[in-house]
């Protein structure tokens, strides 16, 4: 937090007006803002203001934030503790445990790159983002539910299928609320 707060006073706010940049490198900063931005501002940013700020804060930009922080907190504790849980099972040694992780994350990973994809394709992010939270629903209910060790093995395939696209697809649904305006697709 301290880097921040001294941040906020060394860095440069505007390309067009700062000392540390030569006039070249104030063209090419402009010119690759312009680049990236949707609205074109030749290098001039909007003064942050507490009205900027509350009006970021809309039902979406709170569902967004709320969901992506359950599910992280969800999956990423789901991370930490898949070779203890998987142990649980059956008494594997440490290397066993870990191996077995392998599976669930290549095919949480595959799915991730489909369904990330499809709510590209479809340009709906808040379905995909329904069915994650199915999958990870289920994955979690089955394994509080049953003791059948292939069961809950099933569940972290499951919960890791629902849990690594998830914050993504939150991530990309804000950033597509937040732009001023749609981006076209090539």
């Known amino acids: 937090m301290a880097i921040g707060i001294v941040l906020l006073f060394i860095m440069p706010e505007d390309p067009r007006t700062t000392k540390l940049l ?16 949707t609205v074109k501002r ?13 009006r970021s804060f809309n039902i979406w930009t709170i569902a967004c934030s709320v969901g992506y922080i359950f599910t992280s907190i969800s999956f990423q504790g789901l991370s930490l503790f898949l070779p203890t849980v998987i142990n649980s099972l059956d008494h594997f040694t440490v290397i066993e445990a870990q191996l ?27 379905i ?24 809950r093995y099933a569940a972290c395939f499951f919960s890791l299928i629902g849990g690594t696209s998830s914050a993504p697809l939150f991530l990309t649904w ?3 609320n937040a732009a001023p305006t749609q981006c076209a697709r090539s």
């Open 128 to 151: 995909a983002i329904v069915v994650c939270m199915i999958w990870q629903t289920v994955g979690y209910a089955l394994a509080i539910g049953t003791a059948d060790p292939h069961a």
């Open 22 to 37: 030569s006039e070249s490198e104030r063209v090419l900063a402009i010119a690759r803002m312009n680049a990236d931005a």
């Open 174 to 176: 804000g950033a597509d």
């Open 42 to 54: 030749d290098g001039r940013k909007e003064k942050t203001t507490m009205k900027l700020v509350l």
């Open 100 to 126: 077995r992780t392998v599976p669930c994350y290549l095919v949480g990973a595959v799915y991730a790159i489909l369904n990330c994809y499809m709510s590209w394709y479809l340009n709906s992010r808040g």
